[in-house]
């Protein structure tokens, strides 16, 4: 009997053991279930990306020879850089240049989606390519859009304000990004009144202003872009290159974009803070309407009620800004992940990306230092569309 006994209560303790391994485990999935979810669609849809490249005369009057072109944008970077000047405003409630978000990216791709069933006569043209314009960051936002209309002013529930990823998604048949001033090309000077429509051409780099470069995503950003998970505090972007070779000298894989920077066009290069000198030219040439083989991608995530104690203590203070400065108290203007390697663009053979990682640490010391429990998530997306060249 006293052995029975034993084997009794050492089952029903090896149950409750399991049942509670069990519980922590499915409590844990289910805290970051959202922000899973939100980093699925991310890494898919980048995957998804596309140019449509082709080969064209580099001048319509007077070639001299083929070069790569696209009318259509791949660019990702600091989501201060890549919004600054969106005089237009994000969905939250954040300013469009202030740092602490992390990084954003806009692209196209061949998503399908429409909000009409039926297109009009006038813009035909524009969505029988299928393609969606596409992006992701981060803003500071308040769930009161999501709530049914009865509880969007409604003072018994009071508006919830959390950091946010927000995708936007821009139907076909609205597709802007061929509209020529935001391509930056123009009609060839000289032609006849009855002749044939005309070759667009690209303008020279920098002749476009960066605000119409990147109208596309800009000017209807509020419009098409909805909140995909709540409580995700960082969004890190890293284009990648792997085995990378310039000029007979293998470099390190972030090469083309060692301060997280990455631009299809190429005409957006003066909104990088540091012109990148150590490949020179050959930048421009090999990133020019191409896309970069592999994005590494990361998201940090705080559960529900981390956020909601942090947004007691700090509202407004973009968590990233207060561990790049060491406190929430005043912080404003502090930055991570500004730079893959602690060389900046000055990197050379054999390099790794330092920087990225101190970063991540800095991070998630922080967070511990707070006692708010996160998560965080990475992976290397393969751009299956990326055609890359150094020709």
């Not at 009997?1 to 509670?20: A, E, F, R």
């Not at 083929?66 to 259509?72: D, G, K, M």
């Not at 790049?324 to 390697?341: D, M, Y």
Request: hydrophobic residues 35%; charged residues 15%; contains cysteine.
């Amino acid at each position: 009997m006293t052995v029975l006994t034993l084997i009794l209560v050492m089952t029903v303790q090896m149950v409750g053991h399991t049942q509670k391994a069990w519980t922590r485990a499915s409590a844990s999935v289910e805290r970051f279930r959202d922000a899973r979810v939100a980093f699925e669609a991310v890494t898919r849809r980048a995957s998804q990306a596309v140019l449509n490249t082709y080969w064209d005369y580099d001048n319509v009057s007077a070639p001299t020879k083929f070069i790569r072109q696209s009318e259509l944008h791949f660019i990702s970077g600091p989501r201060e850089t890549l919004l600054g000047n969106n005089s237009s405003g994000l969905p939250g409630q954040s300013q469009p240049g202030a740092p602490g978000y992390g990084h954003a990216v806009f692209f196209q791709a061949p998503l399908g989606y429409v909000s009409a069933l039926a297109y009009t006569s006038t813009n035909t043209l524009l969505n029988k390519t299928g393609l969606n314009a596409c992006g992701y960051f981060l803003d500071y936002a308040t769930d009161t859009s999501s709530r049914p209309k009865f509880l969007q002013n409604n003072p018994a529930v009071p508006a919830r304000t959390r950091y946010c990823v927000f995708e936007y998604r821009e139907p076909s048949e609205q597709l802007s990004v061929y509209l020529d001033n935001y391509l930056g090309r123009t009609y060839a000077s000289s032609v006849a009144a009855n002749s044939a429509p005309p070759t667009l051409q690209y303008q020279s780099t920098g002749s476009v202003s960066t605000s119409d470069a990147r109208k596309w995503y800009t000017d209807d950003l509020k419009k098409y872009s909805r909140v995909i998970a709540e409580n995700v505090v960082a969004l890190v972007i890293s284009p990648r290159y792997p085995g990378l070779s310039i000029n007979g000298s293998t470099v390190p894989d972030f090469a083309y974009a060692p301060e997280y920077f990455y631009d299809s066009r190429g005409l957006l290069s003066k909104l990088q803070e540091t012109k990148i000198t150590s490949i020179g030219n050959t930048l421009d040439a090999a990133t020019t309407n191409v896309l970069p083989p592999v994005l590494d991608v990361t998201m940090v995530a705080l559960d529900e009620a981390s956020a909601a104690r942090y947004e007691a203590l700090h509202p407004g203070v973009p968590p990233l800004t207060a561990a790049a400065q060491g406190s929430p108290s005043g912080a404003t203007g502090g930055r991570l992940f500004q730079s893959v390697s602690s060389k900046g663009s000055n990197y050379s053979t054999g390099d790794t990306d330092d920087q990225f990682e101190t970063d991540l640490a800095t991070f998630e010391s922080y967070l511990t230092s707070q006692n708010l429990s996160y998560q965080v998530f990475r992976t290397s997306v393969p751009v299956r569309a990326a055609k890359f060249s150094t020709q």
